[in-house]
């Protein structure tokens, strides 16, 4: 067991699955001797070489294409994007090529291949996009969300053995700033699995990302309250873990979803409506989601802080959610 | 090699009848079966959709399946859920995996750089149409094959034409291969409609890339038809000037294979028979197997299951 921060989980999958399997290699924009935008891929470079952490030029869908034909050989390539906008650049291959891979062919094809690329409030220089809603309405693709350190390494694990593509989203504000204890041996934590951070009677927050540890902090305040909430981390959106989902507001009656993302078409808006069609009969009160308002992101510090949604934001809509009557 | 391309007539033109949305390779058989002749079954073809099925046929795939999808039938090689264009993946061959070209240029690349990463001797041909050059996929992948000397042969088939725009007006330059310069691979333009001098450019593109040299080939062609089957071809009436058609392909392989005493008459007479026959007996076939709605949306068979992966 060591303590590693979040970025340093990944890290740790992405070693000992290259120590572990030849097939397993690296493609990316900086992640050689430079050790990777944010140090994403720091050390690795240094024990794998040229041959397995590829340096590419500035040709996201040149590259992506590159890591969905090499895996459609059987090799498993992790490709870096960079940042979560430059996903744009690659869209093609992420949303309409690499996810059909297996459908189309008559599964006579598969492409097992592992997009990583970083999302959320991170440098004020640029790069706050969170695009993860977009990518949970695309069947064959599976999307990976993690918030905590251990999760970094299992769900990185389970991601490069998965026979199918992944996109992996790290959340660029916990990328240094959380540390936990993470397991030294190799293990996988599974995809599609939701992890319930806290346990509680009156309300279940749904939160991925930052905003899992947000609303634990909320947890704490509305605590004192007197009012006790679940929280749930889906760690990944696709596939959704809706039973855990499920069962947590079976038991609560109320839930509220939280995310950095823009609230309008946000994973949060899929999760409450799937609760609304699958839980109405548990629910005690409308849901209410926590997301971004619709502005494209400020790019100041100042003023970001002013847009992102706070712990305030989630402690009101939980008491709203509370206080409802009919 | 005659054989094969009579056959990619007759097959193209009876699928065009049997659908719409076909998209006939009439004119262009040279450059299609030259380009993938030299193949060795171990290496790795990804084709262009136009005149894509006699690859397909070339690499094993029987032809009554491949008539399945253009009837969508249950028995196609997609599984009965992709695309008409789609061909057997498991036999060396890049799968069709949705209508917005340029992608596969660089998954063909990627499938390169698997067989160097393995320090395999295999290689791969790709081929695409000259309305892909202007694709940043294009640029980007020959980019990345000529930084890392993939073992790979790019072939443009430049038959004037994406869509209804005539390549006068879509390309800077009117010689592709003039790219290759820029990526650091040998490139050459030859007569597509010349069959041995298409297999014969390309056989030594193919033992270059198993140098680890790529190439960028362009077969000048000339698309006859219109892009798809019921496509009336209307524009061309404004761009009669710049057009450049190019003569059938099969006759004049057919007056050279008679002058060289290679086939007679009779022999070329009864491929043309046999193509015909055969294309007849597919459909037929294809005719009687069930309709794709069979085989059900197929919810499990979107993710491949763990267990299966060897």
């Given at each position: 067991m060591a303590r590693l921060t979040y970025v340093e989980g990944v890290i740790a999958a992405l070693t000992q699955c290259m120590r572990q399997d030849p097939d397993v290699f690296l493609l990316g924009q900086d992640i050689g001797p430079f050790g990777?935008?944010?140090?994403?891929?720091?050390?690795l470079w240094e024990e794998f070489g040229y041959e397995r952490v590829i340096d590419t030029p500035i040709s996201e869908a040149g590259t992506a294409g590159l890591a969905v034909g090499a895996a459609m050989q059987g090799l498993k390539p992790v490709m870096e994007?960079?940042?979560?906008?430059?996903v744009t650049s690659c869209m093609n291959e992420i949303v309409t090529q690499a996810p059909g891979v297996y459908y189309y062919t008559g599964q006579r094809a598969h492409c097992p291949v592992v997009f990583r690329t970083k999302m959320g409030d991170g440098p004020y220089r640029g790069h706050p996009q969170c695009y993860e809603s977009w990518f949970m309405h695309v069947p064959g693709l599976k999307v990976v969300m993690p918030a905590f350190p251990d999760d970094c390494k299992g769900l990185m694990v389970a991601a490069i053995r998965e026979p199918n593509p992944v996109l992996f989203i790290e959340d660029m504000y916990l990328y240094h700033a959380v540390r936990g204890e993470v397991p030294d041996e190799l293990y996988e934590t599974p995809i599609g699995k939701a992890r319930v951070v806290r346990e509680g009677k009156d309300l279940t927050i749904v939160a991925t990302g930052w905003f899992v540890h947000k609303a634990v902090a909320a947890a704490r305040q509305l605590a004192s309250d007197g009012i006790d909430v679940e929280i749930v981390d889906p760690r990944t959106l696709a596939p959704l873990d809706i039973e855990t989902i499920l069962n947590s507001v079976k038991k609560t009656g109320r839930m509220v979803t939280a995310h950095e993302a823009w609230k309008i078409g946000g994973a949060g808006a899929e999760i409450a409506a799937q609760i609304a069609e699958e839980g109405f009969g548990y629910l005690k009160a409308p849901i209410v989601r926590v997301g971004a308002p619709h502005v494209p992101v400020p790019i100041p510090k100042p003023i970001r802080d002013v847009y992102l949604p706070d712990v305030d934001d989630i402690v009101s809509a939980v008491k709203k959610v509370m206080a409802w009557q009919r | 090699m005659h054989r094969l391309m009579v056959l990619s007539r007759v097959f193209d033109k009876a699928c065009c009848e049997l659908s719409n949305n076909w998209f006939p390779a009439e004119g262009e058989e040279a450059s299609v079966v030259g380009a993938f002749?030299?193949?060795?079954?171990a290496d790795y073809a990804a084709p262009h959709y136009r005149g894509t099925h006699i690859v397909y046929h070339m690499r094993g795939a029987e032809l009554w399946r491949l008539a399945c999808q253009a009837l969508a039938k249950a028995d196609s090689y997609t599984g009965?859920?992709?695309?008409?264009?789609?061909?057997?993946?498991?036999?060396?061959l890049l799968p069709w995996l949705g209508?917005?070209?340029?992608?596969q240029i660089a998954q063909a690349t990627g499938a390169a750089l698997a067989f160097k990463y393995r320090k395999e001797r295999r290689v791969v041909v790709n081929a695409f149409g000259?309305?892909?050059?202007?694709?940043g996929d294009f640029h980007e992948a020959l980019n990345l094959a000529g930084i890392h000397h993939l073992p790979i042969v790019y072939i443009v088939h430049n038959n004037q034409w994406a869509i209804s725009t005539h390549s006068t007006r879509f390309l800077a330059n009117q010689n592709v291969a003039e790219h290759a310069r820029a990526y650091n691979m040998h490139g050459e333009s030859f007569d597509g409609n010349d069959l041995f001098a298409t297999q014969q450019t390309v056989s030594a593109a193919i033992e270059r890339a198993r140098e680890g040299r790529p190439s960028l080939l362009e077969a000048r062609t000339w698309r006859v038809r219109g892009h798809w089957a019921g496509d009336k071809v209307e524009y061309r009436e404004h761009l009669k000037d710049v057009m450049r058609p190019q003569p059938d392909p099969i006759p004049r392989l057919e007056e050279e294979l008679e002058r060289r005493g290679v086939l007679k008459g009779a022999d070329l007479q009864r491929h043309w028979q046999q193509a015909q026959e055969q294309t007849e007996q597919a459909i037929a076939k294809a005719q009687a197997a069930p309709s794709s709605e069979v085989v059900g949306i197929g919810l499990d068979k979107v993710f491949m299951p763990r267990a299966q992966e060897a």
């Amino acid at each position: 067991m060591a303590r590693l921060t979040y970025v340093e989980g990944v890290i740790a999958a992405l070693t000992q699955c290259m120590r572990q399997d030849p097939d397993v290699f690296l493609l990316g924009q900086d992640i050689g001797p430079f050790g990777g935008t944010m140090q994403s891929t720091k050390g690795l470079w240094e024990e794998f070489g040229y041959e397995r952490v590829i340096d590419t030029p500035i040709s996201e869908a040149g590259t992506a294409g590159l890591a969905v034909g090499a895996a459609m050989q059987g090799l498993k390539p992790v490709m870096e994007v960079s940042f979560g906008e430059f996903v744009t650049s690659c869209m093609n291959e992420i949303v309409t090529q690499a996810p059909g891979v297996y459908y189309y062919t008559g599964q006579r094809a598969h492409c097992p291949v592992v997009f990583r690329t970083k999302m959320g409030d991170g440098p004020y220089r640029g790069h706050p996009q969170c695009y993860e809603s977009w990518f949970m309405h695309v069947p064959g693709l599976k999307v990976v969300m993690p918030a905590f350190p251990d999760d970094c390494k299992g769900l990185m694990v389970a991601a490069i053995r998965e026979p199918n593509p992944v996109l992996f989203i790290e959340d660029m504000y916990l990328y240094h700033a959380v540390r936990g204890e993470v397991p030294d041996e190799l293990y996988e934590t599974p995809i599609g699995k939701a992890r319930v951070v806290r346990e509680g009677k009156d309300l279940t927050i749904v939160a991925t990302g930052w905003f899992v540890h947000k609303a634990v902090a909320a947890a704490r305040q509305l605590a004192s309250d007197g009012i006790d909430v679940e929280i749930v981390d889906p760690r990944t959106l696709a596939p959704l873990d809706i039973e855990t989902i499920l069962n947590s507001v079976k038991k609560t009656g109320r839930m509220v979803t939280a995310h950095e993302a823009w609230k309008i078409g946000g994973a949060g808006a899929e999760i409450a409506a799937q609760i609304a069609e699958e839980g109405f009969g548990y629910l005690k009160a409308p849901i209410v989601r926590v997301g971004a308002p619709h502005v494209p992101v400020p790019i100041p510090k100042p003023i970001r802080d002013v847009y992102l949604p706070d712990v305030d934001d989630i402690v009101s809509a939980v008491k709203k959610v509370m206080a409802w009557q009919r | 090699m005659h054989r094969l391309m009579v056959l990619s007539r007759v097959f193209d033109k009876a699928c065009c009848e049997l659908s719409n949305n076909w998209f006939p390779a009439e004119g262009e058989e040279a450059s299609v079966v030259g380009a993938f002749y030299g193949l060795d079954p171990a290496d790795y073809a990804a084709p262009h959709y136009r005149g894509t099925h006699i690859v397909y046929h070339m690499r094993g795939a029987e032809l009554w399946r491949l008539a399945c999808q253009a009837l969508a039938k249950a028995d196609s090689y997609t599984g009965g859920r992709g695309f008409a264009h789609g061909g057997p993946a498991d036999m060396g061959l890049l799968p069709w995996l949705g209508g917005d070209i340029g992608p596969q240029i660089a998954q063909a690349t990627g499938a390169a750089l698997a067989f160097k990463y393995r320090k395999e001797r295999r290689v791969v041909v790709n081929a695409f149409g000259d309305g892909m050059s202007t694709r940043g996929d294009f640029h980007e992948a020959l980019n990345l094959a000529g930084i890392h000397h993939l073992p790979i042969v790019y072939i443009v088939h430049n038959n004037q034409w994406a869509i209804s725009t005539h390549s006068t007006r879509f390309l800077a330059n009117q010689n592709v291969a003039e790219h290759a310069r820029a990526y650091n691979m040998h490139g050459e333009s030859f007569d597509g409609n010349d069959l041995f001098a298409t297999q014969q450019t390309v056989s030594a593109a193919i033992e270059r890339a198993r140098e680890g040299r790529p190439s960028l080939l362009e077969a000048r062609t000339w698309r006859v038809r219109g892009h798809w089957a019921g496509d009336k071809v209307e524009y061309r009436e404004h761009l009669k000037d710049v057009m450049r058609p190019q003569p059938d392909p099969i006759p004049r392989l057919e007056e050279e294979l008679e002058r060289r005493g290679v086939l007679k008459g009779a022999d070329l007479q009864r491929h043309w028979q046999q193509a015909q026959e055969q294309t007849e007996q597919a459909i037929a076939k294809a005719q009687a197997a069930p309709s794709s709605e069979v085989v059900g949306i197929g919810l499990d068979k979107v993710f491949m299951p763990r267990a299966q992966e060897a």
